[in-house]
């Protein structure tokens, strides 16, 4: 009998201890035996003390991440019970998977306009992290009507990956093909569908950009929390070198904790003090009704942070038009988990944008072989598989952020001094959903990169995400900003509250009901929402999103 009260004790302490306000709540389902990689946040940066703690817990110092005062280590979840109360520790948390974001996009955002003006994005360095950038013809230096090839925009790559059963050869090559369709969105030339056997050019927004690939996704799409600290960390410490201005994230994963603890908003936020624009994808769980929310407070994570700028995604609906474009039904809408910032930011085409794959060997090459867009489709009698280099539509909230940081790149080549209710029908499943069109859904509005470099207006301050706020006694949702903010009494988002005393806000909303996203600032007052199978279940890695520009021809 002691003994089982001795070993009843034990488990009451450890579920105390894994309780911890400094240990991730996605670690409770962790077995103690397990071995398991972690980033720890210290309240300074780590010592050789620190990392000793660890090796008497039989853990492995694996990594640095000086980017956020922190570590990576490898070490049994039972190991870190104790360590909660450690006052160097700031917080631990898994080191969680990340993947690519997936779905449709096209675009008409004014781009033409701006190339007329002589704006291409020259000289502006965009560091894509994604998986891997390929050295496709449309990514080199060319000269309209010429067809001799210069040297690669691509000025820089490196991998965060290391070499694995998975991942036999690390390369900076991109082996899934998410990256360089990335890329393309954001600096393609346009250069191999040139000509008059291609009625449409399909060309980036910033064509002109340099490119610095960081690569932290495998073949399979699928990456770390740490992979992407460590490409951030070498985006800064390069960033006067290729004149890195614009990071671009079409990746994410579920959020777990306030940004204020999660390690990539933190790493984010240190991009962002080095005066670099750093863009998210909102991520596409949109359609997300498991916790009838109806895609509501499923912004993902880095893209919920307020210091960056978190991107949906439109339909073109296949005209040039902007009149009847439409929200993507897949675009995940705000306010964020836990902290109720108002997100996205804008949004910007997203479906079935038409950008790079270097050839169908490529895993979304291979798997997406009806979309691939190639020569042979206008040149009866060749076959696509004796070509190298291919065109591919893809979809997703990961496409509309390439978009928004080439325009970002024509934004800061033009002034170098600047800072940091419808509804749709899935084709494939006829479910229909509802598409919204308010802050939480399209953010401040939709892209318009003409309109962009044609105001002269500067804003001062911060530019921070608004948070929304719930009257606890009238119900109604305002929109709070920070003092410095430039969303305040003359910008973008008025001081009006979000829908007034509007029943979308208040009463007995799923959204924003007492057991729905105003809940208890906790992962236990937040699981009633979203429960097991969703954002505290067993969720997919942190992905990257798909966008390319088409500014004449297929949308």
Known sequence: MRHVIAAIGLLQAASLAIASPKLAPDLKKIRPDDEIDVIVQYTKPPSEQNHEKFRKRGGILKSDLGLIRGALYKIRRGQLEDLGTDPDIAYISPDRSVKAFLDYAAPTVGADMVWKHGWDGRGIGVAVIDSGVSDHWDLREWAEGSYKLGRSRI????????????????????????????AGIIAGSGWSSTGTQWPNTFRGIAPQAQ??????????????????????????????????????????????????????????????????????????????????????AAITSPGNDPYVITVGAMKTMRTLSRADDRIASYSSKGPTLIDHVVKPDLVAPGNRIVSLVYNRTTYLGNTYTGNVVSYS??????????????????????MATGMVSGAVALLLQKEPQLTPDSFATDPDTGVTYTSQYDIFTVGAGYLDVYAALASSDVAGGRALSPTAVRDPVSGAVYVQFDSSAVWGDSAVWGTSAVWGTSVFLNGTSAVWGDSA????????????????????????????????VVIRGEN
């Not at 009698?381 to 539509?393: D, E, S």
């Not at 929402?529 to 942190?542: F, I, K, L, Q, T």
């Open 155 to 182: 000025v820089y790559g490196e991998s965060m990956l290391t070499a694995t059963a998975s991942t036999a050869a690390v390369n900076t090559g991109d082996d899934y093909g998410h990256g360089t369709h990335v």
């Open 211 to 296: 490119l610095i690939n960081l690569r932290v996704l495998d073949k399979n799409g699928q990456g770390t929390d740490s992979g992407v600290i460590s490409a951030l960390t070498h985006a800064i410490e390069w960033k006067d070198r290729y004149n890195i201005r614009v990071i671009n994230l079409s990746l994410g994963r579920p959020v777990y904790e306030s940004y204020t603890r999660d390690p990539l908003c933190q790493a984010v936020e240190a991009a962002w003090r080095a005066g670099i624009v750093v863009v998210a994808a909102a991520g596409n769980r949109g359609r997300d009704r498991s916790a009838g929310t109806d895609g509501y």
């Open 517 to 548: 996203v105003w809940g208890a600032k906790t992962t236990e007052g937040l699981s009633a929402v979203w429960g097991d199978s969703a954002v505290w279940g067993d969720a997919g890695p942190v992905s990257s999103e798909t966008v390319t």
């Open 377 to 398: 489709e206008y040149q009866p009698g060749v076959m696509a598989n004796q070509l190298t280099y291919f065109y591919l539509r893809l979809s997703g909230t990961s």
